[in-house]
């Protein structure tokens, strides 16, 4: 069964988040019902913070399991207490790789563009570019009008690169507008980040 969050994009478009196997990532469909729904500093910000929140606990999954060293390091004044350390140090431990790690960053910007800017949306020109360059949300979705087709985009060998594959309704047009674009990298990295804190693995060599 698959459940859709529907959410309006800018300038009155709509298209829709599709949740594949609802209650795989329950702690964050939530989250993301309020990201797809919201405003455009709703969805920049809390997505930016979501895809952080998840990070972190991914990052403390793979360290030693020293509570009071982990509490000290990630604290908002410690050495991996910034969003950007904690992406880098992703990348340093071998749980993703470059294309990821630019992604990461790019969802760090794009959230600290409307923390920062009161004018900025999904229409603004910087903030469009940055949402146009998110490469892992057109990489590992798939329309969900094929998704009853055995792998009806990506190649069987493809669907093994990436633990956790997003159904999108009207992919085509959903990746085009930044908006749409950046709430499924949101997701694509949420569930992908999710497996990995709960099975312990990185999140595809391709990445």
């Known amino acids: 069964m698959t459940d859709r969050y529907q959410g309006a994009a800018s300038e009155s478009e709509t298209y829709s988040i599709a949740v594949v196997l609802p209650g795989r990532f ?50 908002f004044s410690g050495p991996v207490g910034s969003f950007s350390a904690k992406i880098n140090i992703g990348y340093l431990t071998g749980l993703y790789g470059e294309l990821v790690r630019k992604d990461l960053h790019l969802v760090r910007k794009i959230r600290n563009e409307f923390a920062h800017q009161l004018t900025a949306t999904f229409r603004t020109q910087k903030v469009a570019e940055m949402a146009k360059n998110l490469f ?17 985009q990506p190649r069987p ?35 992908a980040l999710t497996e990995a804190s709960s099975r312990r693995i990185k999140i595809g060599h391709f990445g």
């Open 26 to 75: 329950a702690d964050t469909d939530e989250v993301l019902k309020e990201i797809a729904q919201g405003s455009d500093r709703v969805t920049a910000i809390v997505g930016g913070a979501l895809v952080e929140e998840i990070l972190t606990r991914v990052l403390r999954t793979f360290l030693r399991p020293d509570e009071k060293l982990l509490d000290e390091a990630f604290k």
């Open 136 to 152: 892992l949300a057109e990489r590992y979705s798939v329309d969900l009008a094929e998704e009853r087709k055995p792998f009806p």
């Open 157 to 191: 060998a493809d669907v093994m690169d990436w633990p956790a594959w997003i159904f999108l309704r009207d992919r085509d047009r959903t990746l085009r507008n930044p908006r749409g674009r950046f709430i499924s990298e949101v997701q694509a990295l949420s569930w």
